[in-house]
């Protein structure tokens, strides 16, 4: 059996699934997934390897208009990702599509046509997410018009593991047959640490409202594994670093009782993905507009 692999960019609008997918396959959570758009700020990959195959993943934040500096970096390092891989495998949330066969509106939307025009030239993959919340009835019609796009559409749901094998032989046909790029056991090559200031800002996006979220950046300080072998525990500092002190209050909240929960519930997921115990500090500063600022956003990554 020939051995496929190669690298493979997870776009679509914000809040498509494309990290919900990243994580299933991988089988761990390295990238956070929240209810809001634009919860993807960086590039994250994961390494999905069968017998027949090896799928270097690029999830990436959600193509959208952007109008902020932070925004424009998102929507850059989308595209600088479409750029470097070897396919595309668009995801697309199915329930507006649905509501659209419904109205009687044509699938594909100007929205998703913008997207479509950017990976052409691409070796493509649909994956039609989220079909767990549509009625089965009006998959046929929304599958039908996505057909004109040419590529291949693989219903899936990201969040139940429904469509993925499907999916995955679809990614092979398109990959290069060579061999494998990484080691089968490999699963990623963010850095722990890296992985633990995103899934502290994941909890932010679950928790906090209104622009909260997006004013929002980690940055741990300090990450101690002195203790790792000998107490089975990881030491983190983390800053949570907001625009202004209207935000800092909400995210400390009454009694500091918000970001205790951000805490506790980052320490959950901290412990899960480090298989050890955690003691987690997370403090609260202000970098007034750091969003607007390139030195800032630089510091922080996000350029
Ligand atoms: N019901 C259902 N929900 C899903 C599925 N896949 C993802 N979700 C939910 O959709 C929301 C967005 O998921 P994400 O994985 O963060 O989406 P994303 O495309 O990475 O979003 P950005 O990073 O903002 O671009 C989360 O609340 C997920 O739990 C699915 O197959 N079914
Ligand atoms: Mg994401």
Avoid at 12 to 31: D, E, F, M, W, Y
Avoid at 48 to 68: C, N
């Amino acid at each position: 059996m020939s051995f496929h692999a190669g690298t493979i960019g997870l776009v679509g609008r914000p809040n498509a699934g494309k990290s919900t997918l990243l994580n299933k396959l991988v089988g761990a959570k390295i990238s956070a997934v929240s209810r809001r758009p634009q919860t993807t700020r960086n590039r994250v990959a994961g390494v999905y390897t069968t017998e027949d195959m090896q799928a270097v993943l690029w999830d990436t934040p959600g193509l959208h208009d952007a109008w902020t500096a932070l925004n424009n970096h998102m929507v850059r390092e989308a595209e600088q990702v479409l750029e470097e891989v070897d396919a595309v495998c668009l995801l697309i949330d199915a329930e507006p599509l649905a509501r659209a066969a419904k109205a009687d509106k044509p699938i594909i939307d100007t929205t998703l046509q913008t997207i479509l025009d950017k990976v052409k030239g691409k070796k493509l993959v649909i994956a039609l997410n989220k079909v767990d919340l549509v009625e089965k009835g009006w998959l046929l019609p929304v599958l039908g018009g996505l057909a004109e796009s040419g590529a291949a559409i693989v219903p899936i749901s990201a969040s139940e593991g429904e469509g993925l094998e499907t999916l995955v032989a679809e990614w092979r046909k398109v990959l290069p047959e060579q061999p494998a790029l990484y080691p089968p056991d490999h699963l990623t090559d963010a850095l722990e640490r890296q992985i633990c200031a995103e899934l502290i800002r994941e909890r932010i996006f679950e928790n906090c409202e209104q622009e909260v979220p997006y004013s929002s950046a980690v940055e741990i300080e300090q990450f101690d594994e002195s203790a790792r072998e000998t107490e089975n525990v990881v030491r983190i500092h983390a800053r949570i670093i907001v625009e202004k002190p209207s935000q800092k209050a909400i995210l400390i909240g009454k009694g500091g009782s918000m970001v205790k929960k951000i805490g506790t519930e980052a320490r959950k997921q901290l412990s899960e993905l480090l298989d050890c115990k955690v003691r987690l500090d997370l403090f609260v500063v202000v970098e007034k507009d750091w969003t607007a600022n390139p030195r800032a956003r630089r510091g922080l990554g996000y350029a």
